[in-house]
C-alpha cells in the first residue's frame, strides 16, 4: 500500500505519518515512512525569492528522485507513506498512491504554528505569507489522486474514522 500525506507547513503531516508507521507496524507490516523535504535539490539549484532559497517551490523538489524511491521501496515494504507540502502536486508521483490524506489548517493556524516554530530562526513576516501562497498554489491535492479523505489539522485526530477510510 502506498500512502500519500499532503498539507501545509506545521499542519500535522508527519504526525499522521508516524501514527499510520506505528499502526501498521504493530500489525507486522513492515512500513517507510519518506519525507519530500529528502528530496530537495540542493540549495544552489533551488529557486530563490528575494535572495532566500525558495523552498516552497515545486522546483526545489527532486521529484523524479521522490517517485523512483516510493516505487523501490514498494517493492520491499509493505506500507509505503510518502509525505510533504507538495506530495500530492504532481501527477505523476499521484499516479503511484493507492490512498491519500489531505490536512487541513486555517492560515491563522499556520501563521501561529510556523512563528512558533524556530528551528531554523524567526522567518520575516513576507516569507511566512509566502510559504502560505505557495501551499495554495502547490500544497493543494492535484490531478490523478485516488480517493483521498481531508482532515482538519487543528481538532485531534479521529482515528477511527481514518482506520475505516483505509479499510475502503
Known amino acids: 500500500m502506498i500512502i500519500g500525506i499532503g498539507g501545509v507547513s506545521r499542519g500535522g503531516k508527519t504526525r499522521l505519518a508516524r501514527r499510520l508507521a506505528r499502526h501498521f507496524r504493530k500489525q507486522g507490516l513492515l512500513t517507510v515512512i519518506l519525507h519530500q523535504d529528502d528530496f530537495a535539490f540542493p540549495e544552489e539549484a533551488i529557486p530563490r525569492i528575494r535572495g532566500k532559497v525558495d523552498w516552497e517551490h515545486p522546483g526545489s523538489i527532486d521529484f523524479e528522485r521522490f517517485r523512483q524511491a516510493i ?24 499516479a503511484l498512491y493507492d490512498t491519500c490524506f489531505f490536512i487541513e489548517i486555517s492560515k491563522a493556524a499556520f501563521l501561529k504554528r510556523k512563528a512558533e516554530d524556530l528551528r531554523w530562526g524567526r522567518e520575516p513576516d513576507w516569507y511566512l505569507e509566502h510559504i502560505w501562497e505557495s501551499f495554495q498554489r502547490y500544497g493543494q491535492p492535484g490531478p490523478g489522486l485516488p480517493g483521498w479523505m481531508a482532515l482538519n489539522g487543528e481538532k485531534g485526530l479521529n482515528w477511527p474514522e481514518v482506520l475505516d477510510f483505509l479499510k475502503g
Not at 517493492?75 to 508521483?93: H, K, N, P, Q, R
Open 71 to 94: 516505487a523501490d521501496h514498494s517493492g520491499t515494504a509493505d506500507v509505503v507513506i510518502a509525505e510533504g507540502l507538495m506530495a500530492l502536486y504532481d501527477t505523476s508521483t499521484n
